[in-house]
Nanobody
Framework: QVQLVESGGGLVQAGGSLRLSCAAS????????MGWFRQAPGKERERVAA????????SHADSVKGRFTISRDNAKNTVYLQMNSLKPEDTAVYYC??????????????WGQGTQVTVSS
């Protein structure tokens, strides 16, 4: 199973930017679809973005579309989430996840420990 380690979280003012990184262990990174999720206190976990194994296909939640961009570097076994124009409602713990294409879309079964993102108004 792949091990995932997130980094890049922190405190930023509204309108600012952050880039999250997720480093994956192992030699089979290209076999995984990758995703970013977030969970705010008292709220359900939300899928923010996902990317195919090759990086050729991405999807973003409506709440972040146009502001966040997921990408991956398969040579570095790393997936990124570039977050621009941050809003206070983006405050959450952000998790990196690895998975595979299932019958009803991507299914994620490996998770990182999470990184806190706090956006002040």
């Amino acid at each position: 199973q792949v091990q995932l380690v997130e980094s890049g979280g922190g405190l930023v003012q509204a309108g600012g930017s952050l880039r999250l990184s997720c480093a994956a262990s192992g030699r089979t990174f290209t076999s995984y679809v990758m995703g970013w999720f977030r969970q705010a206190p008292g709220k359900e976990r939300e899928r923010v973005a996902a990317i195919s194994q090759s990086g050729g296909s991405t999807s973003h939640a409506d709440s972040v579309k146009g502001r966040f961009t997921i990408s991956r570097d398969n040579a570095k076994n790393t997936v990124y989430l570039q977050m621009n124009s941050l809003k206070p409602e983006d405050t959450a713990v952000y998790y990196c996840a690895a998975g595979y294409p299932g019958r009803r879309g991507y299914e994620f079964n490996s998770w990182g420990q999470g990184t806190q993102v706090t956006v002040s108004s």
